[in-house]
């Protein structure tokens, strides 16, 4: 019984055991399934991203042999250029002007383009551009005024000539024009330096907009030696008035897109005061279709006004024979093509051409020049419509006295330019030379303006010099002391600007400079004039003075002053 019950215990526990070895390999087995198919199913995510991988490398290569490709055709095309250049460069502009005609559209008929008049612009991609150009690129201006210049041998009245027109211009009127300079020059460094002198002496105009310098490519000029001589010119003259042709077309050109109206004017010129509004307002007061030009001046090619529309019909009619006549020919001939009747007399003709031609009296601009810009040509014409010539302005000033160190010319005194009489004329100014001007009695000034040269001589003007002025002091005494203490104030304010530039590491610059006999410096000349305001701390002023720093090259006329008291 006792063995029966031991076999029945082992036969128990060998079941217990054989079970639970049985669970163990199960659960073993079904472990080792599941990393089997754990490393099955990352092996076949491998497999996927190495085939992506390979795809997306097979892409790639076939990206970059492409952009080989392309490489090598640009460098293929770019040579292929090069030798289509060069075979274009050989051929006739005859030639170039018939493939420029066949490659440039597929249409049968063509219409004419400056390529058609200047061929040899297609020989360089910029030969329309310009070469210099200076300004904001205004647009949308009433009126544009185009005063192309070139370099003369004896004297340029180019600054002259801007300084009238700014100077005639209000606040409202500089915000409703644009002046364009054209430097007709092909030389580029005669250009770029004329551009730099005038963006020294307008540095406001030009960051305003107002002032625009432009100047041609040099490859914009076509080779002048094949012209012919006609009409009695000499060859100089025929290339002379040929080039003045394809400067106002480039100019013309450039400005179309500027404004509603176009105004042509010289280098050497005045401007009559209010000269803009009277030109916008007259030319509002036309009809709109019925005129083509009108005329604010009778000399040349000054002061004629077009509308911007028609600029493309007059610049396309210049460019067909430019070669063959002057411009005030060519523009007489446009109106005769318009309106005049071969069947009719040459009273008729005039008749017609004068709807189109309109003259403005009196005249608002008047020639000053006298050394044309054809080398050798002295040309004296004046405007007499322009009437007669304001050669000062007269202003009531406060009472007082004035003195120089200048040499006065004549009868041209300073006495009578202050008083507003006629103007002052002196020679030459050299440095520490003054014109002085003490209040009878101490006075406060708003304001100050000065104007040197006049309309006869636009370039006496002074320059270098400063405007000063001389606060009150109550005695004589506290004067010297004041003088005195000035000169240390002076040096002391020096000294203690050094200190405190060494001290910040920057340089301290004192609003005014006083000077040893007790002057403070306000103002300087800018192209001939001087103007601003008196800052009211001053007090009332016993004197003010003008004091050139430095010798002039030319006589002095001081054709205004006006010293405004303050209320």
């Given at each position: 019984m006792?063995?029966?019950?031991?076999?029945?215990?082992?036969?128990?526990?060998f079941?217990?055991?054989?079970?639970?070895?049985?669970?163990?390999?199960?659960?073993?087995?079904?472990?080792?399934?599941?990393?089997v198919?754990?490393?099955?199913?990352?092996?076949?995510?491998?497999?996927?991203?190495?085939?992506s991988a390979e795809?997306?490398?097979?892409?790639?290569?076939k990206?970059?042999?492409?952009?080989l490709?392309e490489?090598?055709?640009?460098?293929?095309?770019?040579?292929?250029?090069?030798?289509?250049?060069r075979?274009w460069?050989?051929?006739?502009?005859?030639?170039?002007?018939k493939?420029?005609?066949?490659?440039?559209?597929?249409?049968?008929?063509?219409l004419?383009?400056?390529?058609?008049?200047l061929?040899?612009?297609?020989?360089?991609e910029?030969?329309?551009?310009?070469?210099?150009?200076l300004g904001?690129?205004?647009?949308?201006?009433?009126?544009v005024?185009?005063?192309?210049?070139?370099?003369?041998e004896?004297h340029?009245?180019?600054t002259?000539?801007?300084?009238?027109?700014?100077?005639e211009?209000?606040?409202?009127?500089?915000?409703?024009?644009?002046?364009v300079?054209?430097?007709?020059?092909a030389?580029?460094?005669y250009?770029?330096?004329v551009?730099?002198n005038?963006?020294?002496?307008?540095?406001?105009?030009i960051q305003?907009?107002?002032l625009?310098?432009?100047s041609?490519?040099?490859?914009f000029y076509?080779?002048?030696?094949r012209?012919?001589?006609?009409?009695?010119?000499?060859?100089?003259?025929?290339r002379?008035?040929?080039?003045q042709?394809l400067?106002y077309?480039?100019?013309?050109?450039y400005?179309?897109s500027?404004?509603?109206?176009y105004v042509q004017?010289?280098?050497?010129?005045?401007?009559?005061?209010?000269y803009f509004t009277t030109?916008?307002?007259?030319?509002?007061?036309?009809p709109?279709?019925?005129?083509m030009?009108?005329?604010?001046?009778?000399?040349?090619?000054?002061?004629k006004?077009?509308?911007?529309l028609d600029?493309?019909?007059?610049v396309e009619?210049m460019?067909?024979?430019?070669?063959d006549?002057?411009?005030?020919?060519?523009?007489d001939?446009?109106m005769?093509?318009k309106?005049c009747?071969?069947?009719k007399d040459?009273?008729?003709?005039?008749?017609?051409k004068?709807?189109?031609?309109?003259?403005f009296?009196?005249?608002?601009?008047?020639?000053?020049?006298t050394?044309?810009s054809l080398a050798?040509?002295?040309?004296?014409?004046?405007d007499k419509?322009?009437g007669k010539?304001?050669?000062?302005?007269?202003?009531?000033?406060?009472?007082?006295?004035?003195?120089t160190?200048?040499?006065t010319y004549?009868?041209?005194?300073?006495?009578k330019?202050?008083?507003?009489?006629?103007?002052?004329?002196?020679f030459t100014?050299?440095?520490?030379?003054f014109?002085?001007?003490?209040?009878?009695?101490?006075?406060?000034?708003?304001?100050?303006?000065?104007?040197?040269?006049?309309?006869?001589?636009?370039?006496?003007k002074?320059?270098?010099?400063?405007?000063?002025v001389l606060?009150?002091?109550?005695?004589p005494?506290?004067?010297?002391?004041n003088?005195t203490?000035?000169v240390?104030l002076?040096?002391f304010?020096?000294?203690?600007?050094?200190?405190?530039a060494l001290?910040?590491?920057r340089?301290?610059?004192?609003?005014?400079?006083?000077?040893?006999?007790?002057?403070?410096?306000?103002?300087?000349?800018?192209?001939g004039?001087?103007?601003?305001?008196?800052?009211?701390?001053?007090?009332?002023l016993?004197?003010?003075?003008l004091s050139?720093?430095?010798d002039?090259?030319?006589?002095?006329i001081l054709?205004?002053?006006f010293?405004?008291?303050a209320e």
């Amino acid at each position: 019984m006792r063995l029966r019950n031991v076999s029945f215990l082992t036969v128990l526990l060998f079941g217990l055991c054989g079970l639970v070895s049985l669970s163990w390999y199960t659960a073993f087995s079904s472990s080792r399934g599941d990393v089997v198919d754990i490393y099955q199913r990352e092996f076949l995510a491998l497999r996927e991203r190495l085939h992506s991988a390979e795809q997306e490398n097979l892409r790639r290569s076939k990206e970059l042999n492409l952009v080989l490709e392309e490489i090598k055709r640009a460098i293929a095309e770019k040579q292929a250029l090069r030798d289509i250049n060069r075979t274009w460069s050989s051929l006739s502009e005859e030639t170039r002007l018939k493939l420029w005609n066949v490659s440039s559209s597929k249409n049968v008929l063509q219409l004419p383009s400056i390529f058609h008049h200047l061929p040899h612009l297609l020989n360089r991609e910029d030969s329309l551009l310009p070469a210099v150009h200076l300004g904001q690129g205004r647009t949308g201006v009433s009126i544009v005024m185009g005063v192309p210049s070139v370099k003369r041998e004896v004297h340029s009245y180019l600054t002259d000539t801007l300084s009238s027109l700014v100077s005639e211009l209000s606040a409202a009127e500089k915000e409703d024009c644009v002046i364009v300079v054209l430097i007709a020059e092909a030389d580029q460094q005669y250009a770029s330096s004329v551009a730099d002198n005038l963006k020294r002496l307008f540095p406001a105009e030009i960051q305003s907009g107002l002032l625009e310098v432009v100047s041609p490519s040099v490859h914009f000029y076509p080779d002048f030696s094949r012209l012919r001589e006609s009409f009695g010119d000499p060859k100089e003259r025929v290339r002379w008035r040929t080039k003045q042709n394809l400067d106002y077309c480039f100019l013309m050109m450039y400005a179309q897109s500027k404004g509603t109206y176009y105004v042509q004017l010289e280098d050497d010129i005045v401007a009559r005061p209010n000269y803009f509004t009277t030109m916008k307002n007259f030319a509002l007061q036309q009809p709109l279709e019925e005129w083509m030009i009108l005329e604010f001046s009778q000399l040349g090619f000054i002061g004629k006004m077009f509308k911007s529309l028609d600029l493309s019909l007059i610049v396309e009619f210049m460019l067909m024979f430019y070669k063959d006549k002057p411009i005030d020919w060519l523009l007489d001939h446009i109106m005769w093509v318009k309106v005049c009747n071969p069947e009719k007399d040459a009273k008729h003709c005039d008749r017609q051409k004068a709807n189109l031609r309109i003259r403005f009296k009196p005249s608002l601009f008047q020639h000053v020049g006298t050394h044309s810009s054809l080398a050798g040509k002295i040309q004296k014409l004046k405007d007499k419509d322009f009437g007669k010539q304001t050669l000062h302005k007269g202003h009531a000033n406060p009472l007082a006295e004035v003195t120089t160190s200048l040499k006065t010319y004549q009868h041209f005194t300073l006495e009578k330019a202050y008083l507003g009489e006629d103007f002052f004329w002196a020679f030459t100014p050299v440095a520490g030379d003054f014109i002085r001007i003490r209040f009878f009695t101490p006075v406060r000034i708003e304001r100050y303006f000065f104007r040197s040269g006049n309309i006869e001589h636009p370039g006496d003007k002074l320059f270098n010099t400063s405007v000063e002025v001389l606060p009150f002091d109550v005695s004589p005494e506290i004067q010297l002391l004041n003088q005195t203490v000035n000169v240390c104030l002076c040096v002391f304010q020096n000294i203690q600007a050094e200190k405190e530039a060494l001290t910040e590491g920057r340089e301290k610059t004192p609003k005014y400079h006083r000077t040893e006999d007790g002057f403070i410096r306000i103002g300087t000349f800018q192209n001939g004039i001087a103007e601003g305001e008196v800052d009211a701390t001053f007090g009332p002023l016993e004197a003010m003075r003008l004091s050139v720093m430095t010798d002039s090259p030319v006589w002095v006329i001081l054709s205004e002053i006006f010293i405004k008291k303050a209320e």
